[in-house]
Antibody, heavy 122, light 107 residues
Framework: EVQLLESGGGLVQPGGSPRLSCAAS????????MTWVRQAPGKGLEWVSA????????YYADSVKGRFTISRDNSKNTLFLQMNSLRVEDTAVYYC???????????????WGQGTTVTVSS | DIQMTQSPSTLSASAGDRVTITCRAS??????LAWYQQKPGKAPKLLIY???ILEGEVPSRFSGSGSGTEFTLTISSLQPDDFATYYC?????????FGQGTRLEIK
């Protein structure tokens, strides 16, 4: 069974630097691009960042560019999101998601984790 | 970035109704559009990709159409399980963007 399990969320002070993880299982992790999507309380979905299967290309929303870094360790089937200089408006549930098709140049997301909550507050 | 605009924001309907949700892109995205369903407290679920292809076990009462800048999601006969929030998402170019969502509620 394909599964994604996020961790690393919690209460963080403004300016903090947590790292989120997403442990993948049930598929050939290195073949698939991966994405982070977030959802602020009571709000819609916001695409945050994506990374290709080999980690060679990364993409970011303008709202997080320069503050967040996406990476992956294909030997450990794990996706990461390093979040720096956190702001109150980064408070959200953060989901990781798998691309539906391997090695795709454009990808929708067919499997999502359950999400991890990041709350930025002093 | 490409802006995605969904309408309506909220839709009230009854079981058995046929409903349509519209998603407009600020520029052409060809058919690189997905629809997701989300229920409260749950992760989104992929319903449709490439504008009109049903994912896996998604019931055939769901259908998608459109190309370019205008797209629709239609549910032909609403079932109780369909009351949820629906999002479109373009994946033609980065950064991939979602519509603001359409909340489908029971009338």
């Amino acid at each position: 069974e394909v599964q994604l399990l996020e961790s690393g969320g919690g209460l963080v002070q403004p300016g903090g630097s947590p790292r989120l993880s997403c442990a993948a299982s049930g598929f050939t992790f290195s073949s698939y691009a991966m994405t982070w999507v977030r959802q602020a309380p009571g709000k819609g979905l916001e695409w945050v960042s994506a990374i290709t299967g080999n980690g060679g290309s990364t993409y970011y929303a303008d709202s997080v560019k320069g503050r967040f870094t996406i990476s992956r360790d294909n030997s450990k089937n794990t996706l990461f999101l390093q979040m720096n200089s956190l702001r109150v408006e980064d408070t959200a549930v953060y989901y990781c998601a798998k691309s539906r098709v391997p090695a795709a140049s454009r990808f929708d997301m067919d499997v999502w984790g359950q999400g991890t909550t990041v709350t930025v507050s002093s | 970035d490409i802006q995605m605009t969904q309408s309506p924001s909220t839709l009230s309907a009854s079981a058995g109704d046929r409903v349509t949700i519209t998603c407009r892109a600020s520029q052409s995205i060809n058919n690189w559009l997905a629809w997701y369903q989300q229920k409260p407290g749950k992760a989104p679920k992929l319903l449709i990709y490439k504008a009109s292809i049903l994912e896996g076990e998604v019931p055939s009462r769901f259908s998608g159409s459109g190309s370019g800048t205008e797209f629709t999601l239609t549910i032909s006969s609403l079932q109780p399980d369909d009351f949820a929030t629906y999002y479109c998402q373009q994946y033609n170019s980065y950064s991939y963007t979602f519509g603001q969502g359409t909340r489908l509620e029971i009338k």
